[in-house]
């Protein structure tokens, strides 16, 4: 106002002094019209001011700031595969001669002009941020966030050190790959730090550059390093962070280790996230002190668990009265008893206990948890039924109580829960006992359900809508109905009939699973729905090819058209358009043609691979790419020719390779040592050739628990140099379990092997299975005694070689052996007694050798004919035709099998090493005895008797001289 006024005084007519007379009470014509006059002057002047000082106070990015954005905005496209999660192109707004601080994203200092922060989340940049990028030139940033965007495995720029005025830096799942640079510590004002990304881990931090972050960033609140690989980092680091810290989450770290044994410094903490870790022992009893906590996330820590006490529960549960979500999956609470939980504070709103080994009844009652929205309790050991009042939580949006095999719901508790459960959107009840329910209840189901699960319920009648029941027909239009359906799983019931074309317009479905049916037709091209991610149709009966709008589906994670037999035409190379995808199972199908090549290397995702039992021709494809994480690939049972490409290992997390019945033409694949997580191997039926002559690299094969190499043309000496480094066929597993896929744990491995003479595909894989196959080559020479350290083998088949020399009795070793086949060779001597004592021995083939000599007797011998030892002449006693005569001696015993270094099984023998060193010793310590004895001539009587065993020796010498002497004359 005081430069109005001061403008005012210099312009306008001085209207004080003519003052105005009144004529009348009213104004003269002359006042009048100035008197208006200067009114719209006034007006006119307070709009020009106030439109000029808005401008000034608007409209001024600095030149400098300006120019940097657009640079760095020609330094990017704009892709929309680039951001995931949302989609904001910010930089389209961008344009050159406007104000920078009205661009999208951008906030500027209203006094100088400078770039403060920085918003450009979502905004599908894509692009290599360089370290020279012009970003680094606004170094007044207070914020900045470049989320879900794709830079390409950009490195984290030691640049962002020079953001010293930096509060708030969030680049998460941004695609930034190596290690996080130690001057991010040197961010000293951060208060909220997000470097979280996606699965596949593409940053590390290493332990030096953490203990710099968390000492330095003092006045940290929130961290995100959520799949940073920080396996290197030890977990009580984790105790030098700020004790400020209201948010830390750490999932997916790979952090291992004993669990900090204390965390009372945090209790200002609001959020923790442990989740997805290698975290094992006891949860300290003073998380209780944590009081601020809201949510607690321990879950999946599954490979060696962490366990809770029930006194640790009960106090946690008890003093945090703040906790809405507990997330404690995985965590060992056997010793927790079920109705403990009902101490919980009424006001929890997730509630995940998922695989946590309780036991014992369900809770009576749940009606004080009315705030409750997740209730996961699936894979325990409850027992009784489901209460009623659970249908009183009104608020309840998903359900999941699956594989508690023992526990079961009333009609009526289930007829509450669908009728009175209106926000309802999940309903998992897999294997839970409902044979009483009807299924003309489920008639009541809200349309707005996304997901169902009701599979192995038990449940018998008409309607045929739900999985594992016993149902039959087709499956019914009435889904059509459920237009807000996300996951429709019918997988395992007996429908029949064609898949129907309304599916296609359920335009929110995600996951659709329709396995092991009887359906039969053509796969629809109407399913075409872009929000695909699982469409598993395996185990029915469809025929023809794979409809193209298949590969179109831009979000699908999972593809599984297995068995089905009659699938026919070729695999399209669109399919390497699905940059999402994690699991591709076409096998056991008509499939032809060739494999696209484009399978190496399309997708870093793509975890799953089973091309198997198939008539694909060509090569292997290749390269493969490096970083991808591909755990499982199959393409046994085709028409594949050429080498095996080396390529191949930059699969760095290959756990299963099966090339097995295939024209492969190579010699054995040395590099694929360089495998280091890989546990079976199949290369069956090729035509290999060349010798084996061992490892070329430490640790060799040191995870392999099935190495096939059988029906190939290898030839030489056994690759003995392999049975010394396969140390998984050493030690058997005491917990066995299935292998399942590392990135998709609903997927079970399947291979196929030749298993006790039949072929046999295991559609699971038990991690206790060890098989050793090099049967049906050209192998030559003696089997090797340090075969006796593969103790874990279950198979041994070394038949139709050309083996010769005994039969090993360190074979005796192999306590778990259950099938063994050294037929068709050209091996001698007698069968080791040894054998006899394998107690799992179902198996056995010696037939077609060069044997003799008696049976062993007794024990598992007795259980075997006489077609296990035919053609071996020579062999004697039951349950051979030929009597052992009374003078044929018993059978051998166990022989030394351990070559090399002794040291390793000192406890179990002398090998030859020790035996030298002690003939050496007694040598040297006898020949100084001797000289001690005759220089000292004690004792006497030892003295003695040697003289006169020498003079006696002497007489005779001369004696016989003499006689020889008188010969000769």
């Known amino acids: 106002m005081q430069i109005f006024i001061s403008h005012l005084s210099f312009n306008t007519p001085n209207i004080l002094s003519n003052p105005v007379r009144p004529a009348n009470m009213g104004f003269s014509p002359l006042s009048l019209s100035q008197f208006l006059f200067s009114i719209l002057f006034l007006f006119h002047f307070h709009t020009t001011i106030s439109s000029s000082n808005y401008s000034s106070s608007s409209h001024f990015c ?95 720029s030691s640049s962002f050190g020079q953001f010293s005025n930096l509060t708030d830096l969030n680049l998460n799942y941004s695609v930034f790959a190596g290690q996080v640079p130690s001057e991010i510590s040197q961010l000293s004002k951060l208060v909220s730090l997000d470097l979280s990304g996606d699965l596949n881990g593409y940053l590390s931090l290493e332990p030096i550059s953490f203990d710099k972050l968390v000492r330095n960033l003092t006045q940290l609140r929130e961290l995100d390093l959520s799949s940073v690989d920080m396996s290197l980092v030890t977990p009580n680091a984790l105790m030098n962070l700020s004790s ?26 609001q959020q923790l996230d442990l989740a997805d870790n290698n975290l094992k022992g006891p949860i300290p009893y003073d998380f209780e002190q944590l009081t601020e906590l809201v949510s607690l996330a321990l879950s999946g820590n599954e490979n060696d668990y962490l366990s809770l006490e029930p006194i640790s529960f ?75 009042d659970l249908g009183q939580l009104t608020e309840l949006v998903s359900i999941d109580l699956s594989y508690n095999d023992y526990l079961s719901v009333e009609p009526s508790s289930f007829g509450k829960i669908i009728q009175n459960l209106t926000k309802l959107r999940e309903l998992h009840l897999g294997y839970v006992n409902m044979p009483l329910v009807t299924p003309n209840s489920l008639a009541n189901l809200s349309s707005s359900l996304s997901v169902l699960a009701l599979w192995g319920c038990g449940l018998k009648g008409k309607f045929p809508d ?47 699973g329709l396995s092991s049916n009887q359906l039969v037709g053509p796969i629809p091209s109407q399913i075409s729905t872009r929000s695909l991610k699982l469409f598993n149709l395996g185990n029915n009966h469809l025929h023809g090819p794979i409809p193209s709008s298949i590969f179109k589906q831009e979000n699908l994670e999972a593809l599984a058209l297995a068995s089905n037999n ?86 760095t997390m290959l756990e299963i390779l099966d ?102 595909e295991f559609a699971r894989i038990q991690s206790a299975l060890r098989i050793l196959d090099f049967s049906n080559n050209n192998f030559i020479g003696e089997i090797s005694k340090v075969i006796g350290k593969l103790k874990a083998l279950q198979q041994l088949n070394l038949s139709h070689n050309s083996l010769t020399g005994h039969i ?60 296990s030892f035919e053609g071996n002449l020579g062999l004697c006693g039951f349950p051979m035709p030929k009597e052992c005569n009374s003078d044929e001696a018993p059978p051998s015993q166990p022989s030394n099998f351990h070559d090399g270094d002794d040291s390793k099984f000192f406890g179990e ?61």
Not at 328 to 338: A, D, K, Q, T
Not at 701 to 715: C, G
């Open 314 to 388: 009960d106090k946690l549960v008890q003093n945090l009265t703040q906790l809405r979500k507990l997330y404690l999956s995985w965590v060992n609470m056997s010793l927790v008893e079920p109705n403990s939980l009902m101490n919980m504070s009424s006001s929890w709103s997730s509630l995940v206990f998922y695989s946590c080994g309780l036991q014992g009844k369900f809770p009576s009652s749940m009606r004080k948890f009315k705030h409750l929205q997740q209730l996961d309790l699936r894979y325990n050991n409850f027992t009784g039924s489901i209460p009623y």
């Open 808 to 867: 090993q009795s360190s074979l005796g070793m192999l306590t778990y052996l259950e099938s063994l086949d050294l037929s068709s060779n050209l091996l001698t001597g007698r069968i080791p007694v040894q054998l006899a004592d394998l107690t799992f021995l179902g198996v056995l083939n010696l037939s077609h050798n060069h044997l003799e000599g008696p049976m062993p007797i007794g024990k598992q011998f007795n259980t075997f004919n006489a077609s």
């Open 909 to 969: 023998g002398f090998g030859w090493k020790a035996v030298a060193i002690g003939y050496g010793c007694g040598f040297v310590f006898g020949v100084t005895m001797g000289y001690v004895v005759f220089r000292t001539r004690k004792p006497a009587w030892f003295l003695k008797v040697v003289e006169d065993q020498w003079n006696l020796k002497a007489r005779r010498t001369k004696k016989n001289a003499r006689r020889n002497g008188a010969r000769r004359n």
């Open 62 to 156: 600095a030149p400098d700031q300006s120019l940097s954005l657009l640079q760095f905005k020609e330094s990017f496209s704009i892709t929309s595969s680039a951001s995931g999660r949302c989609q904001h192109p910010k930089t389209e707004s961008w344009k050159e001669g406007t104000d920078c601080c009205l661009w999208d994203g951008v906030t500027c200092d209203m006094k100088t002009g400078q770039v403060t922060a920085l918003d450009l989340s979502c905004s599908m940049l894509y692009g290599t941020l360089h370290p020279n990028s012009t970003l680094f030139s606004l170094h007044h940033l207070q914020k900045l966030d470049l989320s879900d965007n794709d830079f390409q495995s950009s490195h984290i």
């Open 659 to 760: 090339l097995g019945n295939n024209k492969i033409e190579d010699t054995f694949p040395y590099f694929l040592e360089m495998l280091p997580e890989l546990h079976v191997l199949v290369l069956k039926s090729n035509k290999l050739q060349g010798f084996v002559n061992g490892p070329i690299a430490n640790n060799s094969f040191s995870k392999l628990r099935i190495f096939d190499i059988s029906s190939n043309n290898l030839s030489g000496s056994l690759p003995t140099g392999y049975f010394n480094s396969l140390e998984a066929m050493m030690i058997s597993d005491q917990n066995s379990f299935y292998m399942m896929a590392r990135n998709y744990s609903d997927y079970a491995y399947s291979i196929k092997v030749t298993w006790k003479g039949f072929d046999i």
């Open 244 to 269: 400020s810290l209201s948010s830390l989450i750490l999932r997916s770290c790979g952090l291992q280790g004993e669990f900090p044994s204390s965390m009372r410094k945090f209790k200002h903490l």
């Open 566 to 651: 009659k699938l026919t035409g070729e695999i399209s190379s669109s399919i390497c358009k699905l940059k999402f995808l994690r699991l591709l199972d076409l096998s056991n199908n008509n499939l032809s043609g060739f494999i696209p090549q484009c399978l190496g290397n399309f997708s870093n995702s793509l975890s799953i691979l089973n091309l198997g039992m198939n008539n694909l021709q060509g090569t292997i494809f290749s390269p493969f790419s490096k970083g991808n994480n591909l755990g499982y690939l199959n393409l046994n049972g085709n028409e594949l020719e050429g080498k095996i490409p080396l390529s191949i290992i930059n699969c």
């Open 466 to 512: 739900l999985a594992g029941n016993h149902f039959s027909g087709q499956i019914p239009s009435s889904l059509r109905n459920l237009v807000d359906l996300h996951s429709l799983y019918l997988d395992n019931c007996n429908f029949s009939g064609r898949i129907p074309d309304f599916l296609g317009n359920l335009t929110l479905l995600e996951n659709l």
